[in-house]
């Protein structure tokens, strides 16, 4: 069975760091990009960022809400997706969630970050 | 970035109802659309991609049409489990943008 789960959410101060890592299994993961969504509390859906697989470069692209901020990487071995938040802003507080693939399929079941003084 | 607009925002349907959700792009986005369900605390499921396929383990009542810039998804016989948040979302270019959503409700 194809699942993802996130983990490393909580409560940080703004101006903090936090990483979340979202752990695959079922899949061969280093073969997929692997993508990075969020939804703030009572909002909708939006796209935080994602990384290519090894075989396009493994290279990055990230919402401007978030550039120069976030940073996604991923260890092909361990089958994690990471996402490095830094100089983290009260609007980033959300659910964030990970998701496999160019059809964002399926996805883990979310991961809280909570950012407040 | 490529704005969805999605309509209605909310819906009131009786089991047994057909129902449809439509998504207008601000540009065309070829068949590049995919459709999500998202039932409260959990997370979204795909329902739709390539605008009209049918994701595996995904009910027949369910189905996608559209290219361009007008999409739209139908439900075609309302089950209780069907009742949720419905999401479209473009993934023609960066960044992959959502419609609003289309909350569904039980009449």
């Known amino acids: 069975e194809v699942q993802l789960v996130e983990s490393g959410g909580g409560l940080v101060q703004p101006g903090r760091s936090l990483r979340l890592s979202c752990t695959a299994s079922?899949?061969?993961?280093?073969?997929?990009?692997m993508s990075w969504f969020r939804q703030a509390p009572g909002k909708g859906l939006e796209w935080v960022g994602f990384?290519?697989?090894?075989?396009?470069?493994?290279?990055?692209e990230y919402a401007a809400s978030v550039k120069g901020r976030f940073t996604i990487s991923r260890d092909d071995s361990k089958s994690i997706a990471y996402l490095q938040m830094n100089s983290l802003k009260t609007e980033d507080t959300a659910v964030y969630y990970c998701?496999?693939?160019?059809?964002?399929?399926?996805w883990g079941q979310g991961t809280l970050v909570t950012v407040s003084s | 970035a490529i704005q969805m607009t999605q309509s209605p925002s909310s819906l009131s349907a009786s089991v047994g109802d057909r129902v449809t959700i439509t998504c207008r792009a601000s540009?065309?986005?070829?068949?590049?659309l995919g459709w999500y369900q998202q039932k409260p605390g959990k997370a979204p499921k795909l329902l739709i991609y390539?605008?009209?396929s049918l994701q595996s383990g995904v009910p027949s009542r369910f189905s996608g049409s559209g290219s361009g810039t007008d999409f739209t998804l139908t439900i075609s016989s309302l089950q209780p489990e069907d009742f949720a948040t419905y999401y479209c979302?473009?993934?023609?270019?960066?960044?992959?943008?959502f419609g609003q959503g289309t909350r569904l409700e039980i009449k």
């Open positions: 998701t496999r693939g160019n059809w964002f399929d399926p």
């Open positions: 079922g899949f061969t993961f280093g073969d997929y990009a």
């Open positions: 990384i290519r697989s090894k075989a396009y470069g493994g290279t990055t």
């Open positions: 540009q065309g986005i070829r068949n590049d």
């Open positions: 390539a605008a009209s």
């Open positions: 979302l473009q993934d023609y270019n960066y960044p992959p943008t």
